[in-house]
């Protein structure tokens, strides 16, 4: 870990409760109740009851695993001999075979011009499969700041297929903050709902293999995330508030945060993305930092250009 966020991470680990006062969870058969009480921006205390079906709870992302390199070579293997077997035997012999963690061509023919075409059909079809693998498991490629590619989990995706389970959480703040609140109002809520919740350490992102990244739904019902998960819970529900408004996430090397395009006041700090200006959301907690504000390990991080954004598209 970069000694700029060492003490970013102890400051997130230290006290990881704080802000919230009470935590229950109920099994109510097709149902689970999650009961919250938690401290605002300016200590006012809150509380919040919901019910969310089981089903959705537990299934929306069922299919999320840890990224496995063997499953998907076997993805990319299969996926080429099945094209493989389709070349003319008087045109090509095709041999896929595997070395160790590599997998490896072999075209035969009299005429270079068909090696050339049916190398170009098999690397599409590992490209295509790949992506079919990755899709099919919630994970994106991703490079960072540094130029440096790997695989992690598809937050934008996350946030997005989160809008039917978290529906009644939704209702829930609506009725908490009443038909005349404003944006900043109802973001500052839900924000410090979520910083409230329990920080959980996050992995190193691109060689984690997924591990210990929450989807918005297991994060709910485990009571606890870390900056990645809890970041995206946060978009998803500000997505079901306003569905147009533009957001993005910030990656920093071992933390991660987002950004809100609403009208920023004389005390935020903004930043520009897309030739738009956006306004600092802090989400991890348990330090109930206010809208518009971050750490500032975290906007020296973003001035020092370690920074990877990720628009949210819906």
């Known amino acids: 870990m970069r000694a700029l966020f060492t003490g970013l991470a102890l400051l997130f680990s230290f006290c990881s409760s704080a802000g919230q006062l009470l935590f229950d969870r109920h099994d109510l058969g097709g149902d689970v109740q999650f009961d919250y009480m938690w401290l605002g921006h300016t200590n006012e205390q809150h509380q919040l009851s919901v019910k969310i079906n089981k089903r959705m709870l537990y299934d929306t992302f069922r299919t999320f695993k840890l990224y496995q390199p063997a499953v998907a070579n076997q993805y990319m293997k299969m996926a080429m001999r099945q094209r493989a077997s389709e070349a003319d035997p008087r045109e090509a ?107 959980d350490t996050l992995e190193q992102r691109i060689t984690s293999n997924g591990s210990g990244y929450a989807p918005p739904s297991r994060l709910i019902d485990d009571n606890k995330g870390d900056c990645d998960s809890k970041t995206v819970l946060m978009a998803a529900l500000l997505k079901a508030f306003y569905p147009y408004v533009d957001m993005v996430y910030i990656f920093l090397p071992e933390h991660a945060l987002m950004g809100i395009s609403i009208p920023n006041m004389r005390q935020d700090k903004v930043f520009e993305f897309d030739d738009l200006e956006f306004i600092y959301i802090e989400p991890t907690g348990p330090a109930l930092i206010e809208l518009g504000q971050a750490d500032e390990r975290s906007l020296q991080a973003v001035a020092n250009g370690e920074v990877t954004y990720e628009k949210v598209i819906f």
């Open 93 to 199: 012999n095709i041999e896929i075979s595997q070395i160790s963690d590599q997998l490896s061509i072999s075209i035969r023919s009299r005429q270079q011009l068909h090696i050339d075409k049916w190398r170009q059909i098999l690397e599409d079809a590992k490209q295509q499969s790949y992506q079919q693998y990755l899709a099919e498991n919630f994970y994106v490629e991703f490079t960072n700041n540094l130029g440096v590619t790997g695989i992690k989990p598809d937050h934008v995706k996350f946030a997005r297929m989160s809008d039917e389970f978290l529906t009644p959480l939704v209702a829930e703040f609506k009725s908490i903050l009443g038909e005349q609140a404003s944006v900043r109002d109802t973001v500052s809520l839900i924000l410090s709902w979520v910083q409230s919740i329990p920080y």
